[in-house]
């Protein structure tokens, strides 16, 4: 916090009225400014400085952090592909300001009791909450995982320590208020796989809670998850509510993301909720964990023990940024990264080149995501519907070019040739792999087994450090 901005804090708390009635007079003033040449939403918390002199909250997933993976190839916003992404604009217009290095630092997650406030005047008072802003991440000193302590002890962090090459896979609650077809199902990836992720309504669609998904494998197989929770559907409160139910049904990983717009599945007249964004997600578990508060400040009396995981979307646009938020992510306490489906091998390489360049790839363990394609119809449509990702046009030919009922096939031996490559690639500590079809077609066993990684390595003991 400035000097300007400690002094307004104290005259703030002895004059609270003067100030309250000042910003009656000045938002209406503030909005007329600013709404026709930032498209400013009043939200009070103004970062035009930071976001390159563009609205965040234009965003339709109110990200402070963004931009997200749904970016088209053509900056495209995945809610409104007729609309820029307003963090692709963002990202390539700080750069043209005196506070490039803005973009860097994390901002502050949204008050909403500020909403329609005077943003100069929260900023001279201090209600901003810039004091809360995280540090440009080229500023924070990264500790290597091996020099961590043990967050949680869970198989996955322990055998990611360990220097294996992990192998995950997605498991998608159904549509179902009886989880028997699920754990079956999971019994068979029991001894394939070493973690399983389960999804948190995939899709922007609605079927069995991840959370009580997780909580059942965990108590019923012998697999661990990996739990995703998602912004799109809670509040700050929920998410730490529903953190301890995880943590108490055995759920030891967690996968902190923002989620699809519901405008993207079947339940469309659907509020978002989207109160934080992914970035504030991930420090708000780390707190819980580490300083055993709610974000409140109020005492946990058994904090969660959780390992921390991000997403990264390597191959959408803005590619030369994705390094950096994934930075942005390490610096607020993310220990894995996760990416979303990867098929352009060479895009993958551009992004490890660029993030080991930037001396980053070394401070968290980075999975890939893989994904077997059914044949060429699937890959076209992934590439017209599915922004971020982006499917080669010679894998393309490749499928079209065998015989239909030899695709599948096809599409297991293109994955399994992309992991051998991804194995031998320093900075890759493991892959995920998503079905395609996830209601119809479950290749991931003999996915595991073509690509030679169906002997999974045995537990490594826990360490003689505590669980921190």
Known sequence: MSFLSKIGKRLDSRYPRFFNGLGRILSPVEAAVKKPVFGCHMCGQCVLHSTGMTCPMECPKNLRNGPCGGVGEDGSCEVDRSKTCTWFKAVNRSSKTPWAHEIYERNPAVDWSLEGSSAWVNAMTGRNHHDRKGPQWQKVHFVKPGEKPMYSGSRFERLLRAGEFVVTCEVNPRDSADGTELIEYARTLEGVVDAVHISDNFLAQPHMSGTAAAGLIEQQTELETILHMTCR????????????????????????????????GDHKEAKPVFDLDSMHFISLVKKMRDEGTFESGREIVVPPKFFIGGAVAITAPPREFRPHRMAKKIAAGVNFVTSQLVFDMDLLEDFLKRATDLGILQNTHLLIGVGALPGPKAAEMINKHTPGVTIPEAMIKRLAGVPPKDRRSEGIRIVVEQIQQMREMPGISGIDIMDMRPDAWFPTPEIVELAGLNNRPSVPPLEDRAVS
């Open 233 to 264: 559907d809670r509040n700050r409160l929920i998410m730490q509510a529903d953190l301890l139910g995880a943590h108490a049904m055995g759920v030891r990983n967690v996968l902190c993301l923002t989620g699809d717009h519901p405008s993207l």
